[in-house]
């Protein structure tokens, strides 16, 4: 059912002179609904493949990608599969690609009542267990571990300071999946009510590092990018509320301004859970403030990446080895584990530092293959154009306007229409003019709300 759109205004001191108004409401698309205007597909057993310029991309960009980054991958197009290189049904190892994969099951315990909030303390949780936390980090949170802010195995309290933490990493999987789900991470993440329903077609995801790493193939793990892209949708079912996506994967968490943790990289001693178990230290990159959150990397004002989208967003392993990049706009998922790259390469070297740069390389290639989508039209919806309680319809200097059919204060009207466009995310703006000596307030409700 369209929803309909009420504007109230009501005055409320000083008098009116002239009670003229005039409101038009325009609806400019923000955001469009996932594959809005264009056809879009789910996969079945296997993703359905097409040529790139069946839905619109160029092949060219595609094959200077693949070479470039070698190895094996694949494109996805409006949720077809429209490129492919090296073996992308091989099984691998992800690295820190896995770390929103964790939080994409932390949205499911939050959906599912097995906890409160992401914000609440992990202390009393973990008590009498393995994990059991002491002191400063008894105030952990799901959040900060997420976030990287979490400051376990460093001198600061949790939420103080950005350190891109792995040891971090493995007590955020371990207290999820062992103390929350009570369940080994493979198992959580394929009931049916969950991600089981993507039919994944090659197997277990979580299958590396003592069953909480990602091993998987890039065919696969693209699935849950495609997933991710539609917000929680897969087919005709919402798995996970669409709000999740805008609150958690729609935007960097970590503050901009928050420092850096003075804690040293390799320096174990406070680690007392003994987390270091696998993956990297506990302070590798400055980067992450302002572009990082609930476990990806964004790219607000196109910052991280100037080249491509703003609403690009990443989960990237071993500093660019293992990427799975998500475009809402332009449709396309991407998913790759490079080839071993030679140390003589300048690309090659240690790039945690600055490891946004040889990427921005790599997604100019892969935006380069999809000319980018004409912005929507706003639709504009004149007042004198909708129901009218409370109004009147006047003429002035040409224009139409609704003018409150008493002029005077303590008066109320409402406009109301049942919008008509098509199906997406919008910004509404609403535009009026009023007279220069009264006092009024206006409101807007969608379907009463």
């Known amino acids: 059912m369209p929803p309909v759109l009420t504007l109230t205004h009501t005055t409320r001191k000083a008098r009116i002179r002239r009670a003229a108004m005039a409101m038009v409401l325009t609806l400019g698309t923000a955001l469009p609904t996932p594959g809005a205007g264009r056809q879009i597909s789910f996969p079945g057993r296997h993703w359905q493949e097409r040529s790139p310029d069946a839905v619109g991309a160029y092949a060219t960009p595609l094959f200077e990608l693949a070479n470039a980054v070698g190895g094996s991958g694949v494109i996805i197009k409006d949720g077809y599969l429209v490129f492919r290189w090296g073996a992308p049904g091989v099984r691998r190892d992800w690295g820190s690609a896995m770390k929103p994969v964790i939080t994409t099951l932390l949205m499911f315990a939050l959906k599912e009542g097995r906890i409160d909030s992401v914000d609440a303390p ?50 955020y999987a371990r207290a999820l999946f062992d103390y929350v789900f009570r369940s080994p991470p493979n198992a959580a993440l394929l009931q049916p009510d969950r991600l089981g329903i993507l039919d994944f077609e090659d197997g277990a995801v979580f299958d590396s590092r003592a069953g909480y790493g990602v ?17 929680g949708r897969w087919a005709d079912r919402q798995l996970l509320p669409a709000e999740f996506f805008d609150t958690w994967f729609g935007a960097p968490a970590v503050p901009a301004a928050l420092p850096r943790s003075r804690g040293a990289h390799t320096d174990f001693s406070g680690d007392y859970l003994n987390m270091a178990i696998t993956g990297g230290g506990l302070n590798s990159t400055s980067l992450g403030p302002g572009i990082y ?13 100037p080249d491509a989208p703003a609403d690009t967003f990443q989960a990237n392993g071993h500093w660019n080895k293992e990427v799975l990049t998500v475009i809402p706009s332009l449709g396309l998922v991407a998913a790759w584990v490079r080839a071993p790259c030679p140390t003589d390469r300048p690309e090659c070297h240690d790039q945690r530092e600055q490891f946004n740069v040889p990427m921005n390389t790599s997604l100019a290639k892969l935006t380069a293959a999809v000319p980018p989508q004409p912005p929507a039209p706003s639709i504009r919806i004149a007042a004198d154009r909708m129901s009218l309680d409370g ?44 007279e220069d000596d009264g006092t009024a307030e206006m409101e807007l409700e969608i379907n009463g709300v």
Do not use: C
Not at 122 to 138: P, Q
Not at 215 to 231: E, Y
């Open 122 to 171: 992990l202390g009393n949780l973990l008590d009498g267990t393995s994990l059991e936390l002491r002191g400063k980090d008894r105030r952990i949170s799901f959040h900060q571990l997420a976030n990287m802010i979490s400051g376990y195995g460093l001198p600061e309290a949790p939420g103080e300071a950005w350190s891109y933490n792995d040891p971090a990493t493995n007590l």
């Open 293 to 305: 959150g609930y476990s990806l990397w964004f790219n607000p004002q196109r910052r991280t990446w």
């Open 215 to 231: 091993k998987t193939t890039p065919r696969d793990f693209a699935r849950i990018g495609w997933w991710w892209l539609n917000r």
């Open 391 to 434: 109004y009147r319809i006047e003429a002035w200097r040409g224009r139409r306007l609704i003018g409150l059919v008493g002029g005077g204060h303590a008066e109320t009207g409402q406009v109301s229409t049942r919008f008509a466009g098509p199906a997406g995310r919008y910004d509404i703006i609403v535009a009026y003019h009023d």
